[in-house]
């Protein structure tokens, strides 16, 4: 029988237990007969001082991620969306693959990344995209990882700004203000769209204004995912607010 709610998908959604902003910003793009279903990664707010610190968060992520596919499955979902975004970048575009694999024939179903919805988005936006800056709240040791991907890609990285944010939940607590700084500080004519990483950097409706005002792609990973994962079951709503992938694409 079909789920009176998720009439045309249910999602099943992995993020980790920290993470406030993907829930809310995923809801807020939903359309009309798609259901939203989380299951968490269960790790604690650890201190991230530095990349020591932030391996020991990834290796946290790596031990329960499975345990949070096999938790939401048990709802049946139709498809699942990955709610976190560091893993998906780690070891460049191979690891992206070997990841998607993994967790694909875990779970049974099909599976929306933010590395792989990133990609799509730069595609899909603009085929003369060349040369990007991204926005990451991660160490220096994660954003060596996002640079390898989006270099394997094809993607030369200009410029990055690292929020070094000192623990997952702390991600959270980036304001609007300081993102739209971040923007303003790696904009400039020779940059083709700008990234941003980190699905607990709540900056969906930040990133549609910025991309209005500067007139380029500005990519928050959430909408990306959310697009993506939308696209890919054929579900092609027109969602308002989020900038021109839910807009027009």
Request: glycine residues 8%; charged residues 25%; aromatic residues 8%.
């Amino acid at each position: 029988m079909t789920d009176s709610l998720g009439w045309r998908r249910k999602f099943g959604v992995i993020a980790p237990s920290t993470n406030t902003s993907v829930q809310p910003e995923f809801d807020a793009m939903r359309p009309m007969g798609v259901t939203n279903h989380f299951s968490r990664i269960v790790i604690p707010n650890m201190k991230i001082a530095g990349d020591d610190d932030f391996n020991r968060l990834m290796d946290a992520i790596r031990g329960t991620i499975m345990d949070a596919v096999d938790s939401v499955m048990s709802a049946e979902p139709d498809y699942l969306v990955m709610g976190m975004s560091a893993e998906t970048f780690w070891d460049g575009l191979e690891g992206s693959v070997e990841l998607e694999r993994r967790i694909e024939a875990r779970a049974g179903v099909k599976v929306a990344m933010g590395s792989d919805a990133c990609r799509a988005a730069l595609r899909t936006l603009g085929p003369d995209i060349r040369r990007i800056a991204v926005i990451t709240p991660y160490q220096p040791v994660g954003d060596r990882q996002v640079v390898r991907f989006f270099n394997d890609c094809g993607y030369e990285v200009a410029a990055l700004k690292g929020l070094k944010c000192e623990s997952p939940v702390a991600i959270a607590h980036v304001s609007e203000r300081t993102l739209r700084d971040a923007i303003m500080e790696l904009n400039d004519s020779s940059v083709h769209a700008i990234v941003q990483v980190g699905t607990n950097l709540a900056m969906a409706r930040l990133a549609a204004i910025a991309e209005f005002w500067l007139d380029k792609p500005v990519i928050a990973i959430n909408t990306a995912t959310y697009w993506w994962a939308l696209r890919q079951n054929g579900i092609q709503d027109r969602v308002q607010g989020f900038g021109a992938l839910l807009e027009r694409h």
